[in-house]
């Protein structure tokens, strides 16, 4: 499976990664790389009884669909400057993006320009009420016409929730929403749902559930076999894998196939919770230490992160150690987890785009060719982001310095970075 890379900044994923450039106020004349970022938008269970799975028939009942769409989300107005919080490109042309006013992340914006101009495509999900706190998106696309975005209140009480994933199969021109899912929690700005798609059919949402302690981050995962119509819950957070341990990343390499790295864990290697039925269940693998430092895992306390799977075999997974020697390593496997290579790398959050080819996104960038063998630095960085690359070459990064917030590009893979002005359409 050959996956372009959309790397994530504060979802439970991982965290904040970095890019290559300074950027302006806004206002300020520009260079291609400038200053300072501006803050504000310029201008076994495969016989689940019916009760456990959630499903939407082919055609919703008619009152559903209207209390989704409800008093919408109103689309901005051409020419509006937008700031974008999340960016996942397709091609080096098209792409989608969320974001809005203000850094809000309550609109969905598609791309035909490399990210210069955007059309407002969000669905109709209804605005918050006044005294409501406000929503944002989440989602994921796997081409340039067809996507998924999920909406979560931003609160960081705790509470029963009710929402629907909204799908489009022509670029956002309409949408189509999900009969209303019914949980006990969905997520917080610091905890938002994640949502994965393997194909137009195929995919997962991850609902972290209520406050963790005791080693124990409970979830939720859903998985959808028709494009979102019907929802299976696949894990509750009374039972299945993934319970324990703060969740640093999850990928599937196939529509059964998956992998889960974790941290803050009563355990002393690190480990790769690894499922092969689609999610309802996982096992653990431990890592084994590097050969060249086959005690570190009993004196250091060192965690998995950045899983990246190219199909059920093949794939890495990052582990950096936080006390004493603070090494970090990539973990490569060609045979599903039964056996790994290990290698030192410069450390952050890894970013595979083939099997040899893979980036380490933090406040430095580097670039392996060989698969982990050797690391060539890029270029050192001055503030997090959010990347989303197509090639070794070409991708973007949403960048962040504080509260401020700016969009960038690349040609060259990360040595130099242009700032983009995203506005609406005409």
């Not at 290559?20 to 200053?35: I, K, R, S, W």
């Not at 929802?231 to 039972?239: L, S």
């Amino acid at each position: 499976m050959n996956k372009r890379i959309a790397i994530g900044t504060v979802l439970i994923l991982g965290s904040l990664l970095a890019a290559a450039c300074n950027l302006p106020f806004a206002g300020e004349p520009t260079e291609p790389e400038a200053q300072v970022l501006s803050t504000a938008a310029p201008s076994e269970q495969d016989n689940k009884p019916d009760s456990d799975v959630i499903s939407l028939p082919t055609e919703a009942a008619e009152a559903d669909i209207d209390e989704a769409r409800g008093t919408p989300i109103t689309r901005l107005e051409p020419d509006t400057l937008i700031l974008i919080t999340y960016i996942q490109m397709i091609t080096a042309e098209r792409g989608w993006g969320i974001g809005g006013l203000g850094g809000n992340s309550d609109h969905v914006f598609r791309t035909n320009d490399g990210g210069q101009s955007w059309m407002d495509v969000t669905p109709a999900e209804p605005a918050p009420e006044e005294t409501d706190p406000s929503k944002s998106a989440v989602g994921y696309f796997i081409n340039p016409m067809t996507g998924w975005v999920a909406y979560y209140e931003e609160s960081i009480d705790p509470s029963p929730v009710r929402f629907r994933v909204w799908g489009t199969t022509d670029g956002g021109e309409t949408w189509s929403p999900s009969r209303a899912i019914e949980l006990e929690f969905l997520g917080t700005p610091d905890f938002p749902p994640l949502l994965g798609f393997e194909d137009a059919n195929n995919g997962w949402l991850i609902a972290r559930y209520g406050p963790a302690g005791m080693f124990k981050y409970p979830i939720y995962l859903l998985r959808t076999a028709d494009g979102g119509k019907r929802w299976e819950v696949a894990i509750t957070p009374a039972e299945g894998g993934l319970q324990s341990c703060r969740k640093t990343g999850v990928d599937f390499g196939s529509l059964m196939v998956g992998w889960a790295t974790v941290a803050d864990c009563p355990i002393v290697a690190p480990e790769v919770a690894v499922t092969r039925d689609g999610g309802r269940s996982w096992e653990p693998i431990m890592l084994p230490a590097p050969e060249n430092r086959p005690a570190l895992f009993e004196t250091e306390l060192c965690e998995g992160h950045s899983p990246q799977l190219v199909s059920e075999l093949i794939g890495v997974v990052a582990v950096s150690c936080r006390t004493g020697l603070k090494l970090n390593y990539i973990y490569t496997t060609e045979d599903g987890g039964a056996s790994w290579e290990s290698y030192l790398y410069p450390g952050g959050e890894l970013a595979l785009l083939n099997p040899r080819i893979t980036y380490a996104f933090g406040r430095q960038i580097h670039q392996t060719v060989d698969g982990g063998r050797s690391w060539d630095f890029v270029k050192t960085v001055q503030w997090d982001g959010q990347f989303s690359f197509v090639s070794d070459q070409v991708g973007w990064a949403v960048a962040r310095q504080g509260e401020a917030l700016a969009l960038v590009s690349t040609t060259n893979g990360g040595r130099t970075w242009n700032l983009l002005k995203p506005s609406i359409s005409p």
